[in-house]
């Protein structure tokens, strides 16, 4: 038996990122700059970084990539032996709004994370395209790296992704993207400034506490979920507090009765609805505001489909996968041992829609991304 640890990547190359580095240009930015360095000589380094980040996911199963035709992609993939599909292609040479129309395009397609080749320029593009919606990793390629968002080098990159296609846990961070003046810079100043933030996979780090020598202490984990999650509400939405005992620690961080087998909803910090069926509760929510905080039930890693039936498929359609919030311990989820969330909510379409890459929150201002399947192997 094989876990299902398929991972839908995107993969986008700026081939012009860092082109001036080498001829003195401090930069790339703007045609007139990639033109210059293109006269001085310069050759495109930023294909061949990405080649090198993907060389580590050749033969790691189950993963699919898609791409962008060209040096925008294709021939990073193609030189790194891996199979692909190319969604889409740009005249030559490429742009920031074919950066951002890409990197969107890529979304769509249905990319679960975008792995980007480029500088901070790069960066700003990604967070026009994709904000946060969509986690992303860049492989350094460009002269001025100042955003948070890059692993140290191309094989890092390579190695954080076949890490976390292969099941393993890996945290999921909110980086900051920051870019500076070029023209200042070539003037000797550095004038960086916040631009955005996108969401970046880093290395799972597993919560040290003194009383247990270095493993998570389970009790206290589980609080640091609950107080999060309390202190995370926001105003004048709905908030369906799904069964299990994770939720109901929730529940009792904002001093509230809680159906421990039951959903309840909490709105502005008050209890609307108590142990709800799943029309009362899309009666109630109508068309506001809603957001739903759910846990892993069983042993067996269920999401949907086991005991939480009050989430039928018209009301999850109603919530949308981005305002389901899941709470599990870094513990609770490594017992799984590899194996994906599950999810069974009797409508076939809707269970396939819901698999892929999923947040899971596993303490204070801390996630994780894990996998959600319609099954718990794959044979």
């Not at 990197?103 to 994370?113: F, H, K, V």
């Not at 069974?344 to 890459?357: H, I, N, Q, V």
């Amino acid at each position: 038996m094989k876990v299902d640890q398929s991972l839908c990547l995107g993969v986008l190359v700026n081939p012009y990122a860092g082109l001036g580095g080498s001829v003195a240009l401090k930069g790339s930015d703007g045609e007139a700059t990639r033109e210059e360095a293109l006269r001085r000589g310069a050759e495109p380094q930023a294909p061949s970084r990405m080649t090198r980040a993907l060389k580590p996911l050749a033969g790691v199963s189950g993963l699919r990539v898609l791409t962008w035709a060209g040096e925008m992609g294709e021939q990073s993939c193609r030189d790194a032996g891996l199979a692909y599909r190319v969604v889409g292609e740009s005249a030559m040479p490429s742009s920031p709004e074919d950066t951002r129309s890409a990197a969107a395009a890529l979304q769509a397609a249905g990319a679960e994370l975008i792995l980007f080749a480029g500088g901070d320029g790069t960066a700003r593009d990604l967070v026009d395209a994709v904000g946060v919606a969509l986690p992303v990793l860049g492989v350094p390629a460009g002269c001025k790296m100042h955003s948070a968002v890059y692993a140290i080098n191309p094989e890092a990159a390579g190695s954080l992704l076949a890490e976390l296609a292969s099941g393993e846990l890996v945290a999921l961070h909110d980086a900051e993207v920051r870019d500076i003046d070029e023209d200042a810079f070539r003037e000797g100043v550095v004038r960086a400034r916040h631009y955005g933030e996108l969401q970046v996979p880093a290395e799972a780090r597993y919560l040290q506490q003194v009383k247990c020598g270095g493993r998570e202490v389970e009790d206290l984990v589980v609080t640091e979920v609950a107080a999060w999650v309390a202190d995370s509400l926001e105003d004048d939405t709905f908030y369906l507090m799904g069964s299990g005992s994770t939720v109901a620690v929730v529940m009792e961080q904002l001093g509230l009765d809680n159906t421990l087998l039951g959903v309840d909803v909490v709105r502005n910090h008050e209890v609307v609805g108590q142990d709800l069926g799943a029309r009362e509760l899309l009666a109630l929510i109508g068309d506001q505001p809603a957001k739903a905080v759910i846990t892993v039930i069983g042993g067996q890693g269920h999401l949907f489909g086991r005991g939480n039936q009050q989430f039928s498929p018209d009301l999850i359609r109603r919530l949308g996968k981005d305002n389901i919030q899941v709470l599990a311990t870094r513990t609770k989820l490594k017992t799984l041992e590899g194996r994906p969330l599950v999810v069974d909510t009797g409508d076939a379409d809707l269970d396939r829609e819901l698999c892929g890459l999923w947040p899971v929150t596993t303490g204070y201002e801390d996630q994780v991304l894990y996998r959600v399947s319609t099954e718990a192997v794959d044979s």
